[in-house]
């Protein structure tokens, strides 16, 4: 006997702020969800009818790296593959549910190991090229390989078969509960396996070929990616635009200047302190969305004193998160308690490390450094909002004996400082991709995950079996059970500074429409539009 899965699934489309589980039983068939209605802090389409044409000027921090679905981990690059490559499902306009993607519907055995897609017969590649099975079945097995940067997050699947014309089935060697939400990566972009086989990984991840609404025409690296729209995209009639060009914009006064000369269409990551200022301004309009992100300073635990967990406890009650909240994010975030953003089972009743500085100054006595010392805080270079934390953190951990100098380096630098574990302490953050928690947990929590507890060197067996076990486990509540206490023991030992969850900032010029940011980030520009 075999069950089909149901979109609204309690495990997969529960609300990014929602705990609660559903017991409602499976239906029959995969159906399309319907299309998302507006949502708070999203940008809903305009009221007339979408005008076709027009290039899209959208300023971002930074550049990418390659375009190959398995290399890419930074969100810039993922939210652009997202807009170039298809998937077998993808999430929802917001971001809280799956729908079809290049799979029309899928079935699932009763044992919970066996799926089976039927695939759209009209997908066309780039090149004119038509997508196959077998693409999806190379991609897959390429995505969970070897040289994949996501394998870790395919550990489940036994194997992806081509099972008929336009139907491929993925077998599993146990249950795997996040297998739907995984399918909706980046990483799982459907590759032509002709291209990839002939002209090889380097040259596919400088001249990328999908089945996306956008094709890249052309890159000038630190500058701009440029795409046109793909005429034989399978949504018909989208995408509404000609195109897209991403301008690395990463100092914020400069993007500001450029949105009020009307040189850009849409920036992100604009400075809290200047929306008041911007959305005064009757051409542009401001949107503040919701961000499954969290703001951390990871702490590297294998430098002495930070192997002391009364250190990394101490630092955590010394910091005035809320101060940090009010003053620099002008009031837009939520102080954090747990590992996870905002997405499926997150702990809302952690109390995490509340601003105590007499409890941190007891933990600093009590541990191998009572009289101090001195460390070093790496941030990037050209964020306000990094340095004027950083400034709040400096004279806060100066109260109980830490002495910080402040480092501000290029991004790029800051990044490779941070996987390579040269660092003291270092300002960064993560956001979810998917909704269900597995993907953070292995990325950033479990020790033998994808990059070691978010490259602290944290060492906890217990919590790295538990993480595994909570991938298998079917029943909801027992599920959200081992979440909940996989943050506790997180939180306890504080391999993190656990600063808060800030939204997304972006400005737009007033005639763009329809354009909405997920909760994960992430944006359809199939759907955007300019006005005349």
Same mark, same amino acid.
């Given at each position: 006997?075999?069950?089909?899965?149901?979109?609204?699934?309690?495990?997969?489309?529960?609300?990014?702020?929602?705990?609660?589980?559903?017991?409602?039983?499976?239906?029959?068939?995969?159906?399309?969800?319907?299309?998302?209605?507006?949502?708070?802090?999203?940008?809903?389409?305009?009221?007339?009818?979408?005008?076709?044409?027009?290039?899209?000027?959208?300023?971002?921090?930074?550049?990418?790296?390659?375009?190959?679905?398995?290399?890419?981990?930074?969100? &810039?690059?993922?939210?652009?593959?997202?807009?170039?490559?298809?998937?077998?499902?993808?999430?929802?306009?917001?971001?809280?549910?799956?729908?079809?993607?290049?799979?029309? #519907?899928?079935?699932?055995?009763?044992?919970?190991?066996?799926?089976?897609?039927?695939?759209?017969?009209?997908?066309?590649?780039?090149?004119?090229?038509?997508?196959?099975?077998?693409?999806?079945?190379?991609?897959?097995?390429?995505?969970?390989?070897?040289?994949?940067?996501?394998?870790?997050?395919?550990?489940?699947?036994?194997?992806?078969?081509?099972?008929?014309?336009?139907?491929?089935?993925?077998?599993?060697? @146990?249950?795997?509960?996040?297998?739907?939400?995984?399918?909706?990566?980046?990483?799982?972009?459907?590759?032509?396996?002709?291209?990839?086989?002939?002209?090889?990984?380097?040259?596919?991840?400088?001249?990328?070929?999908?089945?996306?609404?956008?094709?890249?025409?052309?890159?000038? $690296?630190?500058?701009?990616?440029?795409?046109?729209? !793909?005429?034989?995209?399978?949504?018909?009639?989208?995408?509404?635009?000609?195109?897209?060009?991403?301008? @690395?914009?990463?100092?914020?006064?400069?993007?500001?200047?450029?949105?009020?000369?009307?040189?850009?269409?849409?920036?992100?990551?604009?400075?809290?302190?200047? &929306?008041?200022?911007?959305?005064?301004?009757?051409?542009?309009?401001?949107?503040?969305?919701?961000?499954?992100?969290?703001?951390?300073?990871? /702490?590297?635990?294998?430098?002495?004193?930070?192997?002391?967990?009364?250190?990394? @406890?101490?630092?955590?009650?010394?910091?005035?998160?809320?101060?940090?909240?009010?003053?620099?994010?002008?009031?837009?975030?939520?102080?954090?308690?747990?590992?996870?953003?905002?997405?499926?089972?997150?702990?809302?009743?952690?109390?995490?490390?509340?601003?105590?500085?007499?409890?941190?100054?007891?933990?600093?006595?009590?541990?191998?450094?009572?009289?101090?010392?001195?460390?070093?805080?790496?941030? !990037?270079?050209?964020? #306000?909002? !990094?340095?004027?934390?950083?400034? /709040?953190?400096?004279?806060?951990?100066?109260?109980?004996?830490?002495?910080?100098?402040?480092?501000?380096?290029?991004?790029? =630098?800051?990044?490779?400082?941070?996987?390579?574990?040269?660092?003291?302490?270092?300002?960064?953050?993560?956001?979810?991709?998917?909704?269900?928690?597995?993907?953070?947990?292995?990325?950033?929590?479990?020790?033998?995950?994808?990059?070691?507890?978010?490259?602290?060197?944290?060492?906890?067996?217990?919590?790295?079996? &538990?993480?595994?076990?909570?991938?298998?486990?079917?029943?909801?509540?027992?599920?959200?059970?081992?979440?909940?206490?996989?943050? $506790?023991?997180?939180?306890?030992?504080?391999?993190?500074?656990?600063?808060?969850?800030?939204?997304?900032?972006?400005?737009?010029?007033?005639?763009?429409?329809?354009?909405?940011?997920?909760?994960?980030?992430?944006? $359809?520009?199939?759907? =955007?539009?300019?006005?005349?």
């Amino acid at each position: 006997m075999k069950k089909a899965i149901r979109l609204a699934m309690a495990s997969i489309l529960l609300a990014i702020s929602t705990v609660a589980c559903s017991s409602s039983p499976a239906d029959n068939t995969a159906q399309p969800s319907q299309p998302a209605q507006p949502q708070s802090g999203e940008q809903a389409a305009g009221e007339n009818t979408p005008q076709p044409g027009g290039i899209l000027r959208f300023a971002r921090n930074h550049d990418i790296t390659s375009f190959d679905p398995i290399d890419s981990t930074a969100n &810039l690059a993922i939210w652009t593959l997202l807009n170039m490559f298809d998937q077998l499902v993808r999430l929802s306009p917001s971001g809280d549910g799956i729908e079809p993607g290049i799979a029309t #519907d899928w079935t699932i055995s009763e044992d919970g190991k066996t799926y089976v897609f039927n695939l759209r017969d009209d997908v066309k590649f780039h090149n004119g090229a038509p997508l196959t099975a077998e693409d999806v079945k190379f991609s897959l097995d390429r995505a969970r390989g070897d040289e994949s940067n996501w394998n870790w997050m395919y550990p489940a699947i036994q194997s992806v078969e081509v099972t008929g014309e336009h139907q491929v089935t993925i077998k599993l060697n @146990q249950p795997y509960q996040p297998l739907l939400s995984t399918l909706a990566l980046a990483s799982s972009s459907i590759v032509p396996k002709q291209v990839m086989e002939e002209k090889g990984k380097e040259y596919f991840a400088n001249n990328p070929v999908g089945s996306g609404p956008f094709m890249l025409e052309s890159w000038q $690296r630190g500058q701009k990616i440029v795409l046109k729209k !793909n005429p034989d995209y399978w949504q018909k009639g989208k995408p509404y635009l000609d195109g897209v060009e991403f301008l @690395q914009v990463p100092e914020d006064t400069a993007k500001i200047f450029m949105l009020q000369a009307k040189e850009l269409d849409i920036s992100s990551n604009v400075p809290f302190s200047s &929306l008041p200022q911007l959305e005064a301004d009757p051409s542009l309009q401001v949107l503040v969305a919701p961000f499954a992100r969290l703001d951390m300073i990871p /702490i590297n635990t294998e430098r002495e004193p930070f192997n002391n967990v009364k250190i990394r @406890q101490a630092m955590n009650y010394a910091i005035n998160k809320e101060e940090i909240i009010n003053a620099v994010l002008m009031g837009h975030g939520e102080v954090a308690t747990s590992y996870l953003p905002k997405v499926m089972y997150y702990n809302d009743q952690l109390e995490g490390y509340p601003y105590n500085p007499e409890k941190a100054k007891q933990l600093m006595a009590e541990s191998s450094r009572p009289n101090g010392f001195k460390a070093t805080l790496t941030i !990037n270079a050209g964020s #306000d909002i !990094n340095s004027q934390t950083a400034v /709040i953190i400096k004279e806060q951990l100066k109260e109980i004996g830490i002495e910080l100098e402040i480092q501000q380096l290029e991004p790029g =630098v800051v990044d490779e400082m941070h996987s390579s574990k040269k660092y003291d302490l270092i300002t960064t953050y993560y956001s979810s991709d998917i909704i269900d928690p597995d993907e953070i947990t292995m990325f950033g929590a479990a020790p033998s995950g994808g990059t070691g507890a978010y490259y602290t060197g944290y060492q906890n067996e217990e919590l790295d079996k &538990l993480a595994y076990a909570a991938q298998q486990e079917q029943d909801e509540t027992k599920r959200k059970e081992m979440y909940f206490e996989l943050q $506790r023991m997180f939180s306890e030992d504080a391999p993190f500074i656990f600063l808060y969850h800030m939204p997304n900032s972006y400005v737009l010029q007033k005639n763009v429409h329809g354009f909405r940011v997920s909760n994960m980030g992430s944006y $359809r520009l199939e759907d =955007v539009w300019l006005s005349k």
